[in-house]
Each structure stands twice: as C-alpha cells, then as structure tokens.
C-alpha cells in the first residue's frame, strides 16, 4: 500500500489532471470523442508523468531538503527505477502522439524536447519560467486547431504559470544551491508579478472579442481575483500562498475553457 501511494504522489496527480484537463477538453471540443482525441489525452498522460518521474529523480539531492517526503528522496522509489519509467513513459507517448496529425506530432516533438530541457538543464529561474510556461501553452496548439481563439486561451494560461514557476523558485532556494544551481534574482519577483497582472487583463480577451459567453465570466473572475492577490503577494516578497492559490486557480481556469467552448 505504501508503495502504491509513493507511486500516486510521484504521478502528481493534480498537475498531471491540469494537463491532461486541458489536453482533453480542447481535443473532445474540436475533434470529438474519436481516437484521436484519445491518442492526443493519452500521449499528454504519459509525458507529463515521465517529466515528474525524470524531474524527481534528477533533483532527489535538493527534494531531501525542500520535499523530503516526497517518494523519491524519502527512499521509497529509487532514482534508477524513476528514470527507467520516465523514460519508457516518455516513449509511450510519442508512440501515441505518432498516431496524431503530423502538426500535433510534430508539436509533441517540440514540447518533449522543451521539457527534458527544462528538467535537465542548468537554467536561469525566469528562463526556466518562460519555458515551463510556454510547454504549458503548446499543449492548446496541440489539442486544436491553432486559430486565434486556441491561441489567447493558451496565453491565459502561459502568464500564470510564468509567475507561479518563479514564486516557486524562491520557495526552493535552499534546495536548488543544494544542487548547484544559482537561486532567483532579487529582480525576478517583479517578473513574476507582472506576469499575474498581465494575466488579468489577458483573461477578459476572450469575452470581449466574442471567443466566449456570458458563462464563461464567473470562473475567470475567480482566475482573476487569485491572479490580483498574488501578484501582490509576490510584489511583498510573499511566496507560501502560490501553491494553495495556484491550485483554485487552475481549477478555475479549466473551468473557464469548458464553458468557453458552450
């Protein structure tokens, strides 16, 4: 049992949920319940799982001191054995994503690619935002057609995920010089926070070019309010509150994209 659950913990399922939340309503919306909506979700399921399984094994040093209860470090999965199922996962998914158009394949290419670099390479904390962010964008070109609708949706999500990366940053600080890595610039903050400012005003976009309905305010009012309270939490220096407001505010945000479509 207790190897079971550092199995679910090591999935993460909430981040994994967001990405493949997003890969699926977007793909049922514009293709439908067919096989490739369902090539499209299950090629997301399994890169997502095969980057925490690579991300966890890799940072296993700086976890024992920011997450030491998290599987990996705790001893209960060891580095080999996560690499060894990131790697067949991450595999898995590009044989699936093979199946899809050539542009979704050839995007999936792009994003995997994107993201071993964000696990593996020695980057600076906004770079590694902006990627992380823009890995999160590409799954909406990736899902659907690429018109301008597809395109601002991803963009609401890119800025939030810009500012939580960094806010997150500094919050593993003392774990990332564990691994030599530089802790974020004092100056990164005002990045981050202009990224959750931004972030609403680009949510009113899609209401106010006739992308989405009158459904569609509610939930990204909530996106919006949690957008305005850490970008000032972040301004002050204040961190502790990204993970708990970043999970309503995805939630939230994925709601948005599901009546958007209504």
């Known amino acids: ?52 399984f690579l991300d966890d094994a ?16 705790k001893g209960l999965i060891s580095v080999r ?28 290419i792009a994003l995997t690619i994107i993201a071993i670099g964000i696990v ?23 899902s659907a057609f690429p018109d301008t609708k597809i395109m601002l949706f991803g963009l609401i999500v890119f800025l939030p995920h810009v500012g939580g990366s960094i806010a997150k940053d500094f919050l593993h600080s003392s774990g990332d010089r564990e691994q030599g890595l530089e802790p974020p610039h004092a100056w990164s903050r005002f990045v981050a926070s202009l990224a959750f400012f931004l972030s ?21 009012l909530i996106t919006m309010v949690i957008c305005v309270v850490l970008g000032l939490d972040v301004l002050k220096g204040k961190y502790q509150r990204v993970y708990a407001l970043g999970r309503i505010g995805m939630i939230s945000a994925l709601l948005a994209f599901v009546v958007g479509q209504l």
């Open 1 to 52: 049992m207790e190897g079971f659950k550092a199995l679910v913990r090591l999935i993460r399922p909430r981040h994994t949920g967001h990405v493949v939340g997003i890969v699926a309503v977007l793909s049922i919306v514009s293709h439908g319940f067919s096989t490739q909506s369902l090539f499209a979700i299950v090629s997301a399921l399994f890169l997502s799982i095969a980057i925490f």
């Open 200 to 220: 609403c005003i680009v949510i009113w976009l899609p209401f106010l070019l006739g992308f989405a309905s009158w459904l569609y305010l509610l939930p990204i």
């Open 120 to 142: 593996f390479l020695n980057l600076g904390s906004v770079s590694r935002a902006f990627l992380t962010g823009f890995v999160i964008w590409g799954l909406f070109p990736f």
């Open 81 to 108: 054995t996560a690499y060894l199922a990131g790697v067949i996962l991450m595999f898995a998914g590009i044989l699936f994503a093979s199946m899809l158009l050539i542009h979704q394949f050839a995007i999936f």
């Open 58 to 73: 890799y940072d296993c040093r700086s976890d024992r001191i920011v997450h030491p209860g998290r599987p990996v470090p």
